[in-house]
């Protein structure tokens, strides 16, 4: 059965923090993907990989950094986390085309207070 | 880039009545038209999609129709059941090299028994 992990269900962190979220993926993907969901905005593409130690912004990378040093891991980094980053945080991975399903994690509740 | 509109953002149907989901498209270049289902707790899942060169698909209960000119498609669910509540996202693509899934705003579905 195909896997993606996150590291963490529901994360708390306050204003100023450095914080990581992990993901691994088991499918030997190509793709991995950075989301944020919010209520009533959907699901928005903060960065994306499309190989090992490639990244490219997504639509709202702006406060966030990514690193992928291996195949299955891709993790999403907040420099100094924001009130306003609190959201839903999911992480995907597919092969590479978009035309291939994305197989999404089980998401990361961040607050930041 | 790619604008992907969803209507309507909430829809509480009677169960074994059909439902319908709309989204519109602004980018004519796509031709890649996934749906996916979140479930409560649980990352999106892939559970139907559409190519271009089809104009609708059906698997058992749920289908999707698309119309290139208007650049819209829609999901239809008949014979509701209790596990079809959930939020749905469509989403839109060109299916080549590795460009990005754009999506919709979601459609929380509730099925009234």
């Known amino acids: 059965d195909v896997k993606v992990t996150q590291s963490s269900r529901y994360l708390v962190k306050r204003t100023g923090e450095k914080v990581f979220l992990e993901c691994v993926q088991d499918?030997?993907?190509?793709?991995m993907f950075w989301y944020r969901q919010d209520p009533g905005l959907g699901l928005r593409l903060i960065y994306f990989?499309?190989?090992?130690?490639?990244?490219e912004k997504g639509d709202i990378p702006e406060g966030y950094s990514v690193s992928r040093e291996k195949k299955e891991r891709f993790s999403l980094i907040l420099e100094s986390a924001s009130t306003n980053q609190t959201s839903m945080y999911l992480c995907?991975?597919?092969?590479?085309?978009?035309?291939?399903?994305?197989?999404f994690g089980p998401g990361t509740r961040l607050t930041v207070t | 880039g790619e604008n992907v509109e969803q209507h309507p953002s909430t829809l509480s149907v009677q169960e074994g009545d059909s439902a319908v989901i709309k989204c519109t498209y602004s980018?004519?270049?796509?031709?890649?038209f996934p749906w996916y289902k979140q479930e409560l707790g649980k990352g999106p899942q892939l559970i139907i999609d559409?190519?271009?060169?089809?104009g609708e698909k059906k698997d058992q209960r749920i289908a999707v129709t698309l119309n290139k000119t208007a650049k819209h498609f829609s999901l239809h669910i008949t014979e509701t059941q209790p596990e079809d509540s959930a939020v749905y996202f469509c989403?839109?693509?060109?299916?080549?090299?590795?460009?990005?899934?754009?999506f919709g705003t979601g459609t929380r579905l509730t099925i009234i028994p």
């Open positions: 995907a991975s597919s092969l590479p085309r978009a035309g291939y399903e994305q197989y």
């Open positions: 499918m030997d993907h190509e793709n």
């Open positions: 990989s499309y190989d090992v130690k490639m990244k």
């Open positions: 980018d004519s270049a796509s031709n890649y």
């Open positions: 559409i190519r271009s060169n089809v």
């Open positions: 989403a839109a693509s060109i299916d080549f090299g590795n460009e990005k899934l754009t």
